[in-house]
Structures are given as C-alpha cells and as structure tokens.
C-alpha cells in the first residue's frame, strides 16, 4: 500500500515537472481593440472646404478612390484594460482583405502602454497608419466593394474586435 502510494507521488511529480508551464499571457485577458476608424486626409470636413480634419461620420465607411489619396487607419484601444503584465512595447496587425475575401496586406502598428497610473488621464490608446489608394493595385486592379479590416495584438489568434467593413468606390 506504501509502495503504490510512493509510486503515485513519483508520478505526479513527474507529471507536474513536465507539464507546460503557464505564462503571464496565458493568465492575462486577451486585449481588446475598441475600434478601427477609418478616414481620409484628403476629405474636407466642413463647408469652408478645409483639407485635414477627420471625415469619419460623414462619408460612414464609404469612399471613392478617385477623391482619395489614402486611407488613415487608426486603432483605438480602451486603457482600462491594460494591467501592469501590459506595460511595455506592443504591436497591432490589421489585415485588409479585398471584396473578394483576399488578404491584400498587413500593416503592422506598433504601440506603448505606460505604468496604469500614468495612463489614466485618457480613456484610449491610439495608434494609426496611412494606407496609399491612389496609384497601388487598388486602383490599376479595380479592386472596388466592400473591404474588411481586422486588427490582431501582438500575434493573437483571435481578432481584437469587430471587423471594420468600408466600402471603396472608383
């Protein structure tokens, strides 16, 4: 009865040795994105026809390549969730798939958390890239409809949010 018992132990032990170990990521929630907003530079926002404001609501996800010369991509993501096993460096990929379901390209956006007591001044994190539209294979392919965009922190398998789905027009 001892020797089984010995026996046992050894094998939990054993088991325990090799078992893989849990990391802070695993225990950590996964990160959410709060949005991806998509806008134009080139947009005029108001009627006096000044150039460089944020046109989101106003064209909502719909733009026409002849208007355009690129997209700005800007993730926002919510600070409250971010605990001190966040703090550092981290990166945001955001696919782009064509109307037909095609991976077009992955823009690669980094970003910084800061110690939780410094970032509570604002609620959101935000990091943007510009996405060229005149002159690229968007344009010479005619590659016009619906796009999806989905944004991945630091090598997720699951997207951070919902997919962003714009609409771009000749």
């Given at each position: 009865m001892k020797?089984?018992?010995?026996?046992?132990?050894?094998?939990?032990?054993t088991l325990l040795t090799f078992a893989p170990a849990r990391n802070s990521s695993a225990r950590a929630r996964r990160l959410r994105c709060s949005d991806i907003r998509?806008?134009?530079?080139d947009l005029t926002s108001n009627k006096k026809g000044r150039k460089g404001k944020k046109s989101e609501k106003r064209n909502r996800g719909r733009f026409s390549a002849g208007q355009i010369?690129?997209?700005?991509?800007?993730?926002?993501?919510?600070?409250?969730?971010?605990?001190?096993q966040h703090v550092g460096r981290h990166k945001?990929?955001?696919?782009?798939?064509?109307?037909s379901g095609n991976l077009y390209q992955t823009l690669v956006l980094p970003f910084v958390v800061d110690?939780?007591?410094k970032a509570r001044k604002n609620r959101y994190l935000?990091?943007?890239?510009?996405l060229p539209v005149a002159g690229t294979s968007i344009v010479t392919s005619s590659l016009y409809g619906e796009w999806t965009i989905l944004g991945y922190i630091d090598r997720a398998t699951k997207s951070c949010g919902k997919p962003k789905r714009i609409k771009l027009n000749p």
């Open positions: 020797r089984k018992r010995l026996i046992l132990l050894g094998l939990a032990v998509v806008t134009s530079p010369l690129d997209l700005e991509l800007e993730v926002r993501l919510p600070v409250k969730q971010f605990r001190e945001v990929e955001l696919k782009l798939y064509t109307p110690a939780p007591e935000s990091t943007s890239a510009m």
